[in-house]
C-alpha cells in the first residue's frame, strides 16, 4: 500500500471514529426548580378610644369632646388596642393630660396641699404597667396576631373613666378645658425587638398589685 492510499484510508479511519464518537453520551439529570418564598408579616395596631351607649354598647369618642363639664363630674372614656396586624406583637399607650383657660394658657394638674388632680383616669387594666422612665404604660403580654388568634388580639382597657375634681376644683378652672392626648405603638413580639428599640422588655415588667 502506497502512502497515498495509506493516508486516505487513516483519514476515513479518523472519520469514522469522530462520527461514533458524536453520539456517545454520559448518563445525566436535572432536578426540577425550586423557588421558596417568604412573605413578611405586618403589624398593625387600632387605638379604641370610646364610650359606652345606652345599650352596653361601645359608641365613638365626641369628635368635638364633651362640654359644660362640671367639677365632680365623671365621663366615659374607655381606652384599648386591638392587633389588626398577622403578627404577635407588644404594645404601649402614653396619656397625657393638659388643661388650658380659655385663653391659652396652661393651667396646674394638680391644686392645693397636699396636691388634688383636676382630673384623673384610674388605670383599670390588670396587664398594663408604667414604666416610670420613659412614661408608657405598657402591655406585659403579647398580642395575637388577629388572623391567628382574634380572641387574643385585644389588651384589656387601660383606662374606663375620667373623673373630675369636686371642692378643690377653684375658679381658676371656669372656661377652662381639659385635654387627654393618647398614644399608642406597637413593635413585633419576637426576636428581642421591644428590647432594642424601646429599651423594655414588657413581659419582664413587674405588675403592682
Known sequence: MNKKNLLIGSALVLAAL????????????AADPVTN??????????????????????????????????????????????????????VRVKLTPGWKDDEGNSLALEVGTPAVPMATFPIVGDKWVFHTDD?????????????????????????EKVKFAGAAMTNDYQGATFTLKVEAEAIQASNGAALNQWGVDPSTLAITP
Do not use: R
Open 135 to 159: 412614661g408608657w404604660y405598657y402591655y406585659t403580654e403579647p398580642l395575637a396576631g388577629a388572623v391567628v388568634d382574634v380572641a387574643n388580639a385585644v389588651t384589656t382597657h387601660l383606662i
Open 37 to 90: 418564598t417568604f412573605k413578611a408579616g405586618t403589624v398593625e395596631i387600632e387605638l379604641h378610644d370610646v364610650q359606652m351607649g345606652d345599650n352596653e354598647e361601645e359608641t365613638t369618642f365626641p369628635t368635638a369632646g364633651i362640654s359644660n363639664v362640671n367639677p365632680g363630674d365623671e365621663y366615659d372614656k374607655i381606652v384599648y388596642v386591638e392587633n389588626t396586624g398577622s403578627k404577635a406583637i407588644y
Open 18 to 29: 469522530l462520527v461514533v464518537g458524536g453520539t456517545m453520551a454520559w448518563f445525566t439529570a
